[in-house]
C-alpha cells in the first residue's frame, strides 16, 4: 500500500507545524516579485481528496527540482474531507485523519531530500497563512467552500496582495461536468456530484461555475496568461467563448483526464526555465500524453455503444483569439440555420444521425469525439464540421458550405494550439508527433503540419438513451446558458430537433 495512505495522525502533526505559521500581528502586505506564480486551486473536498493532496506533493517535488536561479512561486488554498464526511459518503476514504478536512491557504515550498524520500506530506519549507484570513481560519474551524465564487475571488485577491509576476497561471482541480447551465449556481443536491469544484462538507450543493471563475478573475488580477482546468469534461466552445477577457490561455480536456496526471512535479522544473507561456502550455499537453500512454489506458470499445467515450484527451487553447471565437459563433449558428432548412426527409435523417452519433461513410462510427457530459451529450466541434462538410451521402450545398467554413476557423486560426486524444491501443492525433494518428480509416485525424481542429467540444443534445443507443433529444433552455449560446441558431436547432428526426 502506498506510504500516502499509512500517514499517522502524528507524521501529518508533525509536518503541519513544522511549517511557518503566520498570525494576525506578523502579516504583511508586502508583495513578493516572482517571474512565474502558479495559483492551486485544489479542492479535495469530496472523493478526490487524495488526490488533491498528490498534487500537494507533486507541486513540493517539482520545487525541489528546479533549476538554479529559477523564480516560481506556488500559492495553494488546498480543502480536503473530513473523516466523518468520508465515512459517510465515501467508505473506502474512511482513514483520512480530520487534517485532511481541513483548508489550508499556503505557500508551498520545496521538498529537502530527505523530505522526498520519507514520503512526507507537507515539506517544512512551506509556509501556512490559514490564520491570518478569516475567510479561511473562520471561529477555528479551518474550512472553506470550494464551490463559491466567493472562496474563489478572496484567493485570487489574497495571491494579488502578496505576489507579483510575470506570468500568472491559475489551476482549479476537481471534477468537471461539461458546460451545462454555466450561468447558473444552484443545483438539487442529488445534480451537485460530477460539477465543476464541489464540496461535500458545506453542503451547500453549489458549483463553481465558467461565470464564477471569470468573474472572479477580472475583478482580482484582471486577466491571467492561464487557466489549467484540472478536471474533465470542460473545453467547450460555450466555456472558451465565457473565458476570452479573462485568459490568454485555457488548458482543459473536452472530455476524461486522469487523477494525478498533469505532472505539477515537471511542469514546475519547466516553468522555471523561463520558458514562454505558450511553450509551458504545451508542456501540460505532452507530459500529459506521456503519463497517459505509461498508463496503457485502452478504449474500451465494447461499451462504445452506450454512449460514453474511453479516450483521454487534453487541449491547449489560444483564448486570445476574439474575432476567431466571434466566427465560430457566427458560422456555428450559420451551419445551425442550414440544418434546420433542410427539407428532404432522408437527407434530414442522415443529418441528424452524423451529429447524433459522427458516423462516417463505413461502418465505423466515431464514438470517441461523442462525449457522455453531466446532462448532456458534447461532441467534437471540429470532427462535427468535417464530418457534415465531407460526407457524399449529405445534399446540402448550404450545410456543406456553413460546415466547411466552422472547420477552417478551427483548422486555419490556431485556436487549439495545441493537443491529443487517445489511448495506447488507439492513438487519434497528438500535435507533439506527426506520426500518432487513428487506426480505422481516420487519418484525416492526424496532424501533419501543427494545425490542430480538434479538442473543442460543443453540446449537442440532453442525456438520454433510446434502446440503450445514443439518442441525440430536444433540449429547451440552452439559448440561456452562456454569451455563446445568447443569439445562436444552434440554441434554436437544439430545442428544435429530435433523434427521430420530426
Known amino acids: 500500500m502506498n506510504k500516502f495512505f499509512l500517514l499517522i495522525s502524528l507524521t501529518v502533526f508533525i509536518n503541519l507545524t513544522s511549517c511557518t505559521w503566520m498570525s494576525e500581528d506578523n502579516y504583511s502586505p508586502q508583495t513578493t516579485q516572482t517571474d512565474v506564480l502558479f495559483m492551486m486551486y485544489l479542492d479535495g473536498d469530496n472523493n478526490l481528496n487524495n488526490a488533491a493532496w498528490e498534487n500537494f506533493k507533486q507541486v513540493q517535488k517539482g520545487l525541489m527540482n528546479l533549476p538554479k536561479g529559477a523564480s516560481v512561486t506556488v500559492a495553494a488554498l488546498i480543502d480536503g474531507i473530513s473523516k466523518d464526511t468520508s465515512a459517510r459518503l465515501y467508505p473506502g476514504l474512511s482513514h483520512i485523519g480530520d487534517i485532511y478536512g481541513r483548508s489550508f ?6 521538498y529537502t531530500q530527505e523530505e522526498f524520500e520519507q514520503d512526507n506530506l507537507v515539506a517544512a519549507s512551506t509556509l501556512d497563512y490559514s490564520k491570518t484570513v478569516s475567510w479561511v481560519y473562520n ?5 472553506v467552500d470550494m464551490s463559491s465564487g466567493q472562496t474563489l475571488y478572496n484567493f485570487l485577491n489574497w495571491a494579488k496582495s502578496r505576489y507579483s509576476a510575470s506570468k500568472k497561471i491559475l489551476v482549479l482541480q476537481n471534477h468537471g461536468g461539461g458546460p451545462y447551465k454555466e450561468l447558473s449556481t444552484s443545483l438539487s443536491a442529488q445534480d451537485s456530484e460530477r460539477v465543476l469544484c464541489n464540496d461535500i462538507t458545506t453542503g451547500t450543493n453549489n458549483k463553481l461555475t465558467t461565470t464564477d471563475i471569470a468573474t472572479a478573475i477580472k475583478s482580482t488580477l484582471g486577466k491571467i496568461d492561464m487557466l489549467v482546468e484540472d478536471v474533465c469534461l470542460q473545453c467547450s466552445i460555450e466555456e472558451i467563448y465565457g473565458l476570452q477577457d479573462v485568459t490568454n490561455y485555457l488548458i482543459a ?10 505532472n505539477y512535479d515537471r511542469i514546475i522544473p519547466y516553468a522555471g526555465t523561463g520558458a514562454k507561456i505558450e511553450d ?9 500524453y506521456e503519463f497517459c500512454m505509461e498508463k496503457y489506458f485502452d478504449l474500451n470499445l465494447d461499451n462504445a455503444a452506450e454512449g460514453p467515450c474511453y479516450e483521454y484527451s487534453l487541449s491547449l487553447i489560444d483564448c486570445s483569439k476574439a474575432n476567431v471565437l466571434s466566427d465560430i459563433k457566427n458560422h456555428t449558428s450559420a451551419l445551425a440555420r442550414a440544418l434546420l432548412d433542410v427539407t428532404d426527409t432522408q437527407d434530414k435523417n442522415n443529418l441528424i444521425a452524423s451529429l447524433g452519433k459522427l458516423s462516417t461513410n463505413t461502418d465505423n462510427v466515431l464514438y470517441g469525439f461523442y462525449y457522455n457530459a453531466t446532462y448532456v451529450y458534447t461532441q467534437d466541434l471540429g470532427v462535427t464540421a468535417y464530418i457534415l462538410a465531407n460526407t457524399p451521402m449529405l445534399h446540402s450545398a448550404a450545410v456543406k458550405e456553413a460546415a466547411q467554413n466552422l472547420y477552417n476557423d478551427l483548422r486555419d486560426n490556431s485556436l487549439i ?6 489511448s495506447y491501443k488507439r492513438p487519434l492525433y497528438y500535435s507533439g508527433n506527426a506520426s500518432f494518428g ?26 438520454k438513451n433510446s434502446a440503450g443507443k445514443n439518442a441525440y433529444y430536444k433540449l429547451d433552455n440552452y439559448g ?11 440554441a434554436e436547432l ?5 433523434n427521430s428526426g420530426q
Not at 473536452?254 to 498533469?262: D, E, K, R
Not at 494550439?417 to 487517445?422: D, K, M, R
Not at 437544439?494 to 429530435?498: A, D, I, R
Request: some cysteine; aromatic content about 14%; glycine content about 12%.
Open 494 to 498: 437544439l430545442s428544435s430537433w429530435k
Open 105 to 110: 491557504l499556503l505557500r508551498i515550498g520545496a
Open 438 to 463: 487513428s487506426s480505422g480509416g481516420y487519418e484525416m485525424l492526424k496532424i501533419q503540419d501543427g494545425r490542430c481542429p480538434w479538442g473543442i467540444s460543443i453540446t449537442s443534445g440532453t442525456r
Open 417 to 422: 494550439v495545441y493537443g491529443w486524444a487517445g
Open 139 to 143: 471561529n477555528g474551524r479551518h474550512e
Open 480 to 490: 440561456s446558458w452562456t454569451s455563446f449560446a445568447k443569439d445562436n441558431v444552434w
Open 253 to 262: 480536456s473536452p472530455n476524461s483526464t486522469l487523477t494525478n496526471s498533469y
Open 280 to 288: 509551458i502550455g504545451k508542456k501540460f499537453i505532452d507530459y500529459n
